[in-house]
């Protein structure tokens, strides 16, 4: 018999594996602490987490993070699984049905979530559900060795420095567009620690920033002042995050497809886009 109930009292090591049997058929496995880290940056709250279960088998599950997206209070979707098993059951629509009237009386005022462009069956699930697409994404991976930047005879060079989340948020202006949850200021600061903030200065100004999280090689924010583009200042920073950096590959993930800049630029380092998201919202 299957029953819904809240995460508050289910402990890690349950909530794991099963993160770990619904997403086996995926390309990228995370480790348990790669999965902690995840929900810590996104807001992970267990009490407002959801899931099946089959007996004591936790069989489906949506894990919730909790913020503030454009001023409201919001449930993000940090992970949405069902094991293969228990797969066309209609159990993820089940669980976030049962999970409304519990975000709403914790005064969420809406829900957030990403979905692979080419996961069409997901994509019609949450549109039944309410979800509208409010933006599309793009997501890029490169090896370093494939990375211009990281060419002999780059010739790009600036004043790198150590920079604070606040020097950082003085300076949102830099960006064309507001990042997604998981790289916006929030969740940066949740997961501080992770990342390295860097500032590049022309003549003590600081004209570009980059946010890195050196184990997993993630871009999360990387911006340059309007009037300061096309001299190098963004191939200054990524050569600098490469040097930093302590995995393999580069990846950038939910720049917005509108942002031909980002885009460009990318390509021109020959970091090349791996696939394309919709962020879709619905109002609770």
Known sequence: MITIKSLLDVDFD???EAFKLAFSDYEIQLEKYELQNMLQRRGFVAELSFGAFDNNQLVAFTLNGIGCHKNVKTAYDTGTGTIEAFRGRGLA??????????????????????ALQHNTKAISVYSKLGFEVVREFAYFVQDLEHIKANEEGSSAVCDIKVISLSECQSAKHFFDFEPSWQNGFESIGRSI???????????KQLVGLMVFEPTSGDVTQLAVDKAHRRKGVATCLLKH?????????IKIINTNLECEA?????KAQGITMSGKQFEMVKEL
Do not use: D, M
Not at 193 to 203: I, M, V
């Open 262 to 266: 980002i885009t460009q630029f990318l």
């Open 193 to 203: 620690n992770s990342f390295q903030l860097w500032g590049a200065f022309e003549n």
């Open 14 to 16: 349950t909530i794991y």
């Open 93 to 114: 629509s089940q669980v976030f049905e049962y999970s409304l009237p519990y975000l709403k009386r914790a005064g969420v005022k809406c829900y957030l979530l990403e």
């Open 241 to 249: 995050a490469i040097s930093q950096g302590k995995h393999p590959s």
